[in-house]
């Protein structure tokens, strides 16, 4: 079974960057469903972005044309590039993979977009 672990969390300012890394134990390659989420304090776990199938990749409308997904099979390593944050974007962001059946999830990072 693979373990997920998330890094590059933080604090940025309204209008920053950051790139989130989804580090796995094992290959990816054959892992088709691949996404983030992300949770607020009181919130509901959301969909950010997913990664299906064919490679597709469909984002959260609140999103587009801000964040992308994208894999390193090579490096075992899922990404998601965030830019021109906003502070509603603050939460706990998890790495997911479905594999067989089975949702497998990381410990999540922190990131805080404030001025």
Do not use: H
């Not at 890094?7 to 209008?15: M, N």
């Amino acid at each position: 079974q693979v373990q997920l672990v998330e890094s590059g969390g933080g604090l940025v300012q309204p209008g920053g960057s950051l790139r989130l890394s989804c580090a796995a134990s094992r290959s990816i390659f054959s892992i088709n469903n691949m996404a983030w989420y992300r949770q607020a304090p009181g919130k509901e776990r959301e969909l950010v972005a997913i990664m299906t199938g064919a490679l597709s990749t469909s984002y959260a409308d609140f999103v587009k044309g801000r964040f992308t997904l994208f894999r390193d099979n090579a490096k075992n390593t899922m990404y998601l590039q965030m830019n021109s944050l906003k502070p509603e974007d603050t939460a706990v962001y998890y790495c997911n993979a479905r594999n067989s059946g089975v949702n497998i999830w990381g410990q999540g990072t922190q990131v805080t977009v404030s001025s």
